[in-house]
Each structure stands twice: as structure tokens, then as C-alpha cells.
């Protein structure tokens, strides 16, 4: 027996685009409430317009933690019982050797891949306790599991949530609040143009020649660990197209998928 969504407020961050706007849809299609939150507040409004449930939307830069303790005390009171938190807030920036990375860069993937992490999840987690009824949904990657030539960085970072997610599951322990972290290889969203400052041609080059994932293949799995009955935790699923085996190894030739 699956777990019911219906009416069950889920908080996603990084609504905006990719895998977060894809949790939107399938967490809406279960009939949750979802809080929805991003920097750019107009892609989310007009995301938040489409589906067809309850949503609040929040414009958040998750590196702010004060700006992120303000936005979990402040929601109103129908919107305050959180049960699914799903911290997908994230990015890679550039594919350097360290000793060549912009401090910029290096700032901007800790401070959101893992202090703005930590800051939601220490802000939303204390009244799961307190109901003694959560879940936590962390994107992790691949990443955090076979660190690549050049991507030390964001590796790290991804490394931290795989970290995090198995703390969480230790501090957790006695409670009924659930951590699932959910791992995914190459995803085509948006994440390569960011990760190349706004080159599409390079950005589409990672792609080219196999057939990725996509943001709904991950909001399916993410989707999946949310409904499993009460007793049953998913503590990670790692998913990668059929065409990756590592990091570094991809099929680029034919494939009838
Ligand atoms: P996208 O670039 O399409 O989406 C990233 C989302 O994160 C956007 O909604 C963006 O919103 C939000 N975001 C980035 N920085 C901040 C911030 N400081 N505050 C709030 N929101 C922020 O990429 P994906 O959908 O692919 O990425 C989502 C997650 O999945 C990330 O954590 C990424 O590391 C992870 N991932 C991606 C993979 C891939 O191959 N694509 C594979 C494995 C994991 P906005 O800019 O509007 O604030
Ligand atoms: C994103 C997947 O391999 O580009 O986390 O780092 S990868």
C-alpha cells in the first residue's frame, strides 16, 4: 500500500527549472500542497499557475539563512505543517582544476549545494520533530559517489549531502521523520548551462549522442520515496541513464531507448 500525498504540504526548493520543476508536477499529480520556492519568482508563479492544487510561492536565495529561517516562521499558519521537504537548490559552476577555480565559483556551489542545504533543512526539521512526521528528500548525485577529473569541487559538495543524508539518519533515529537522498547521473536541465555560465553549445555537447535523463525520470523516483509506507525508508537511490556506467564513462552511439 502506498503512502497518499493528498493534501500533504511538500516544500521544493529550486522550483524554477529542471528536476525541482518536475517534483512540482508529480508531487501536484498526487494531489499535494506544495510550497515552491526559487530565486527567479516568476518562472515559479507561472509554474505554480499551471498546476492544479494549492501552492505558496516563496522567492528565496537558499544561501541567505536568515532570509531562509524568515520564510519557514513566516509561512501562514495552513501552509506551517511541512511533511516533505525536498532540497534540490543546487548547481555546478565551470570544470576546473582546483588550483585554477574561480573563489566565486567555488563559494557559490558550498555555499548553495551545502550551507543552503543545511540552512533549509535546519529550519524545516525541527517542526517535523516536533509533529514527529517528516520526510527529507535530498538531490544528491553521482557526483557524490565517483568524484570526476575537474569537478572537485562540485564532487565535494555532492559528497557532503551523501554525508549529510546518512547523519541525518543516525540524529533522526527514534522519530518518525524520514531522509532519502536521491542520486542521479546525467539529467538534461538546465544544469550545464549554468554550469558553463551561459553557453548552450557547450552545454548541449554534454549531452550529445546519448539519450540523459530527465527532470521527470527523477521526480518519478523521488515521487516513488515519498510514497512508501510510513515504516519504510528509502536511504538512497543512485539512477543513471542506461547509456552512463561512471562518471566518465558514456555511450555515445546508438541506442534503441
Ligand atoms: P537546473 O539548473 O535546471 O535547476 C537548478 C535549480 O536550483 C533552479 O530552480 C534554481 O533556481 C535553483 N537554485 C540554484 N541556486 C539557488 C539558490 N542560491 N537559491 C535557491 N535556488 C537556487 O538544474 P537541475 O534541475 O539539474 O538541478 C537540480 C539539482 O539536481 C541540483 O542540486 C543539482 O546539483 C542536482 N543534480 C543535477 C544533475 C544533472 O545532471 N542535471 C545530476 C545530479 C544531480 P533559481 O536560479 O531560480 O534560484
Ligand atoms: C550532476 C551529474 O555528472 O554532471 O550532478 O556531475 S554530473
Redesign the pocket.
Known sequence: MSYSLEGKIVFI?????????ACARAFAGAGARLIL????VQ?VESLAAELKVPTHVIT????DQQAVQRAVDQLPREWASIEVLIN?????RELTRLQEYSIDDINEMVD??VK?LLYVTRAVLPGMIARNKGHIIN?????GHWTYPNGAVYCAT?AAVKSISEGLKMDLNGTTVRISSV?????????SI?RFHGDVARAKKVYEGVKPLT?TDVADVVLYCATRPPHVNINDVVLMPVAQASATQVYRGPLDV
Open positions: 526548493t529550486g522550483a524554477s527549472s529542471g528536476i525541482g520543476e520556492c526559487a530565486r527567479r518562472r528565496l536565495d537558499v544561501r534540490n537548490a543546487g548547481l555546478s548553495t549545494n543552503g538531490i544528491g548525485s553521482t557526483a555532492k542520486d542521479p547521473g546525467l539529467v538534461e536541465t538546465e544544469f549554468v527532470g
